[in-house]
């Protein structure tokens, strides 16, 4: 189960959100630009820039709830930390922190 956060172009946006198929979670965000009845869609918020694999529902859950109440200075230091250049990740090249594969 992966954690993911998700970012508009400006980066002024920041989605949360928890799935068991990354890649597929992503399309759909995608597919759902300009829909203003979907959160990631009326923002733009399309570009991952951080993600966590757990080792199960319960775990990612409880992650993500615990993400959400966090301050935007506090996930921008854990998205600094993991991607300090907040470059939208592609999956495909990713080379970044071998344990969040």
Known sequence: MYVYLLTNPNRTVLYI??????PRRLEEHSNNLGNHGKFTGRYQANLLVYFELLPDPTQAI???KELKGW???KKEKLIIGFNPKWEAIDLDTWTGPANNL
């Open 62 to 64: 409880a992650r993500e």
């Open 17 to 22: 959100g928890v799935t068991s198929n990354l």
């Open 71 to 73: 301050s935007r200075a």
